[in-house]
């Protein structure tokens, strides 16, 4: 079945970078849209990024333009965000999402009901 794993998530103070990594399992990653979402205690799950394959396409919300990356490594099967200057607002569980569709989400692609597998999450506090 298909199973998608994160990892990188940590403590880390203010202006501090992290990558968080999502390696996927049961099948190849070729056609698809990959995201990270968070979750902050209290608050829905926001999207954060995302990319396409094989277009390599991206989005990122507001909040993190010119601060994340996304990127993708078809031959690891793993999809990347790195972070950088991190603020204490982007604290909260990262989730990595996919579906696996040659259209993908478009214009929806910050909507949790586009994406068909997640992982478990990864936590990521940012200290003042």
């Known amino acids: 079945q298909v199973q998608l794993v994160e990892s990188g998530g940590g403590l880390v103070q203010s202006g501090g970078s992290l990558t968080l990594s999502c390696v996927v399992s049961?099948?190849?990653?070729?056609?698809?849209?990959a995201a990270w979402f968070r979750q902050a205690p209290g608050k829905e799950r926001e999207a954060v990024s995302s990319?396409?394959?094989?277009?390599?396409?991206?989005n990122y919300a507001d909040s993190v333009k010119d601060r994340f990356t996304i990127s993708r490594k078809s031959a690891k099967n793993t999809v990347y965000l790195q972070m950088n200057d991190l603020k204490p607002e982007d604290t909260a569980v990262y989730y990595c999402?996919?579906?696996?569709?040659?259209?993908?989400?478009?214009?929806?692609?910050?909507?949790?009901?586009?994406?068909?597998?997640w992982g478990q999450g990864t936590q990521v506090t940012v200290s003042p």
């Open positions: 049961g099948f190849t990653l070729d056609y698809y849209t």
């Open positions: 990319i396409t394959s094989p277009e390599g396409s991206t």
């Open positions: 999402a996919i579906i696996r569709s040659l259209e993908g989400p478009g214009s929806l692609w910050q909507s949790v009901s586009s994406y068909d597998y």
